[in-house]
Nanobody
Framework: VQLVESGGGLVQPGGSLRLSCAAS????????MTWVRQAPGKGLEWVSS????????KYADSVKGRFTISRDNVKNQLFLQMDRLKPDDSAVYYC?????????????????????RGQGTQVTVSS
C-alpha cells in the first residue's frame, strides 16, 4: 500500500498549485480519500475528503471556496487544486486513506483513523 504526493512548491499569495497523489497496492475506488496538512509546530489538520465515486466532497471552512478535491479512479490518483493561496496555507500536505473501505463523506473517519499516509509535499506561500 503506497501513497505518493507531488506538486508542492513555493508560490506567492494569491497563486495556485495543484497537488497530486498516486495510489497503489489497494483498491483505490473502494476508499474515501482525504487531504490533511501540517504546519510547522502544529498538529495535523483535516483539509478535504472525497467520496468513493468522486461525486461528494467536504472541505474545512478555512479552505472552502478556494480548494477543490477530485479523483481519477481509472488512474488511481487523487488531486487537490489550491487557488487564492494564503500564507496560512503553508504546510506539508499529505494524501491519506482510512483504515477501512466504504466510508461516506457523511461520516468522515478521524485523522487517526486515516492509517495510510504518503510522505507529504511541502507547500510554501510567501512573497
Amino acid at each position: 500500500v503506497q501513497l505518493v504526493e507531488s506538486g508542492g512548491g513555493l508560490v506567492q499569495p494569491g497563486g495556485s498549485l495543484r497537488l497530486s497523489c498516486a495510489a497503489s497496492g489497494f483498491s483505490f475506488k473502494d476508499y474515501l480519500m482525504t487531504w490533511v496538512r501540517q504546519a510547522p509546530g502544529k498538529g495535523l489538520e483535516w483539509v478535504s475528503s472525497i467520496s468513493l465515486d468522486g461525486l461528494a466532497t467536504k472541505y474545512a471552512d478555512s479552505v472552502k471556496g478556494r480548494f477543490t478535491i477530485s479523483r481519477d479512479n481509472v488512474k488511481n490518483q487523487l488531486f487537490l487544486q489550491m487557488d487564492r493561496l494564503k500564507p496560512d496555507d503553508s504546510a506539508v500536505y499529505y494524501c491519506a486513506r482510512p483504515r477501512s473501505p466504504y466510508n461516506s463523506v457523511l461520516k468522515i473517519p478521524s485523522i487517526d483513523d486515516h492509517t495510510v499516509r504518503g510522505q507529504g509535499t511541502q507547500v510554501t506561500v510567501s512573497s
